[in-house]
């Protein structure tokens, strides 16, 4: 089975701190995913990466900077956090080769900015 | 670009009794996946079911099945013989064929009743 974890399930930091988020993969994908969940707005993509050292904005970059060094992990750093940060971070990978583009998801981090 | 609406926020159903979520999308491409996954409070997004937008045949996983109606770009999700363990956050998404961008409904929060 794949496994994506994350580092952290809970986690309170204060504004103007600097947050990362790591999350590990142990099936090899090329992708990884970096997603925002709030209440009534579903999943929304922050980045994503395709490979080792590269990366593509999604719908909602602002704010937040990734860096995937290795290909089974990919971290999400909040630069200096606000309090309209708070949310439910989900990390996510899948294969370049998957007929589905299916996306495993990992436990998710809720996140709270004081 | 795509969009996913799930129009019910919250749904409940009598445990054993069946229940239909709903899910409807607009999309330009031909070629396309649709999911349903399943959050469960605290724990990990699963893959319940999923269907390929050129398949007529509608996929069935056991208690779950959909009604997938192309034309009307509508993906319902309906889930028979109910158990508490279904209780659940459920997103609909929806990928084109050929890339990475996975859209997500707002989601429908699934409260089975004993």
């Known amino acids: 089975d794949v496994k994506v974890t994350q580092s952290s399930r809970y986690l309170v930091k204060r504004t103007g701190e600097k947050v990362f988020l790591e999350c590990v993969q142990d099936?090899?994908?090329?992708?990884m995913f970096w997603y925002r969940q709030d209440p009534g707005l579903g999943l929304r993509l922050i980045y994503f990466?395709?490979?080792?050292?590269?990366?593509e904005k999604g719908d909602i970059p602002e704010g937040y900077s990734v860096s995937r060094e290795k290909k089974e992990r990919f971290s999400l750093i909040l630069e200096s956090a606000s309090t309209n940060q708070t949310s439910m971070y989900l990390c996510?990978?899948?294969?370049?080769?998957?007929?589905?583009?299916?996306?495993?998801f990992g436990p998710g981090t809720r996140l709270t900015v004081l | 670009a795509q969009t996913v609406t799930q129009s019910q926020p919250e749904m409940s159903v009598q445990e054993a009794e069946t229940v239909t979520l709903s899910c409807t999308y607009d999309t330009s491409e031909s070629d396309y996946y649709l999911f349903w996954y399943k959050q469960p409070p605290s724990r990990q997004m699963i893959l319940v079911i999923r269907?390929?937008?050129?398949?007529?045949q509608n996929a069935t996983e056991n208690r779950f099945s959909v009604n997938f109606q192309k034309a009307a770009k509508s993906f319902s999700l309906k889930i028979s013989d109910s158990q508490l363990g279904d209780a659940a956050m459920y997103f609909c998404a929806l990928i084109p064929y050929n890339n990475n961008d996975m859209r997500f409904g707002a989601g429908t929060r699934l409260t089975v009743k004993p």
């Open positions: 990466s395709y490979d080792v050292k590269m990366k």
């Open positions: 099936m090899d994908h090329e992708n």
């Open positions: 269907q390929e937008a050129y398949k007529q």
């Open positions: 996510a990978s899948a294969t370049s080769g998957s007929m589905y583009n299916e996306q495993f």
